[in-house]
């Protein structure tokens, strides 16, 4: 199972991204993903999750800014996000695993680092 992120870049402040990821090699399995992001000194931070009953968590930090959704069977998730802060600059990693309750949990925490499955990144710079 691989992930590859891509949309990452600059934006203004107030400005618009739109970040996608995209799941291969994944079997006929149910899977829960999200989006964690990293700045440099700084700790993780899970900022949007969904699983495969369509169970949607967000960060605070995010809430009302950002939107999470899924395309192409489950296949491709997509982090919109609007509003940028430059509080927002950071590297933004996809994550991914099997959806079981163990998983499950562990996304809707929104500590999807702890997922199964990782993306190398992309970096967003406001």
Do not use: H
């Amino acid at each position: 199972v691989q992930l590859v992120e891509s949309g990452g870049g600059s934006a203004q402040a107030g400005g618009s991204l739109t970040l996608s990821c995209t799941l291969s090699g994944a079997t006929d399995s149910d899977y829960c993903m999200g989006w964690f992001r990293q700045a440099p000194g700084k700790e993780r931070e899970g900022v949007a999750s969904i699983d495969s009953d369509g169970f949607i968590r967000y960060a605070d930090s995010v809430k009302g800014r950002f939107t999470i959704s899924q395309e192409n069977v489950k296949t491709t998730l997509l982090l919109q996000m609007s509003s940028l802060k430059p509080d927002d600059t950071a590297m933004y990693y996809c994550a991914a695993a099997r959806d079981t309750l163990p998983q499950r949990l562990v996304f809707r925490l929104l500590q999807p680092w702890k997922g199964s499955y990782l993306g190398r990144g992309t970096q967003v710079t406001v």
